[in-house]
């Protein structure tokens, strides 16, 4: 990063004093008469020339619209532990296992701060008419789901991937693929993640 001169470094501070202060960036004329600058034209010249070096970030047509390079935050990384596959046809038995971590962008994702999600290899076709393909890493979230909601769930004792449906009051688990039934539970359905997020690999 080239180095400032003495009076961008102060407007560089002044910049950031007013912020942490007030939460505010002061305006080209704030800082115009801070510095006892002959017109608005020569504080906007200094954040230009801040701009050019990388230490800050203008927004064109608004009088604030300045952000300190140094304060932009990263888009927030998480790391989704991978446990194992799930079935996308009939459930099946299995047992969790730990295939280590996928890292995503949380905002992307919609993972909102102190959520709890997992990740699961899909296996089979019985979700192919809802996107959801075999071989493709699903992510969910430990929450209560809404109807229409794609799951994971364990239905009488065996785990699979379908869409979460209320009939007349009671639940069960629709496929999205004609060629695969719809489970409706015996004993128990328990939802064990909703997916918020779909990762697939390109395949030629």
Excluded: C, W
């Excluded at 910049?15 to 034209?41: C, K, L, N, W, Y």
């Excluded at 970030?57 to 604030?64: C, L, M, N, V, Y």
């Excluded at 619209?65 to 079935?87: C, M, N, W």
């Excluded at 994971?152 to 979460?164: C, M, N, P």
């Amino acid at each position: 990063m080239p180095a400032l001169t003495h009076r961008q470094q102060q407007i560089l501070d002044f910049i950031a004093e007013s912020v942490t202060q007030s939460g505010m960036v002061p305006s080209t004329r704030e800082i115009q008469q801070h510095f006892g600058f002959a017109s608005q034209t020569a504080a906007v010249n200094h954040l230009r020339a801040l701009e050019k070096k990388g230490v800050i970030q203008r927004s064109a047509g608004k009088a604030r619209a300045v952000a300190l390079t140094s304060h932009l935050e990263r888009e927030r990384i998480i790391d989704v532990p991978i446990y194992g596959q799930i079935a996308a046809g009939f459930a099946e038995t299995t047992e969790q296992e730990n295939d280590g971590v996928v890292s995503i962008d949380a905002a992307s994702a919609g993972v909102g701060k102190g959520k709890r999600v997992f990740a699961l290899k899909v296996r089979g076709e019985s979700m192919t008419g809802a996107g959801i393909n075999d071989g493709d890493l699903v992510i969910l979230e430990h929450r209560e789901p809404q109807p229409g909601a794609v799951v994971a769930a364990l239905i009488d004792g065996e785990t699979t991937l379908k869409r979460y449906v209320h009939q007349r009051g009671e639940p069960y688990l629709k496929a999205e693929n004609p060629r695969f039934p719809d489970l409706i539970p015996v004993r128990e359905l328990v939802i064990q993640g909703v997916m918020v997020a779909l990762i697939r690999k390109f395949r030629n």
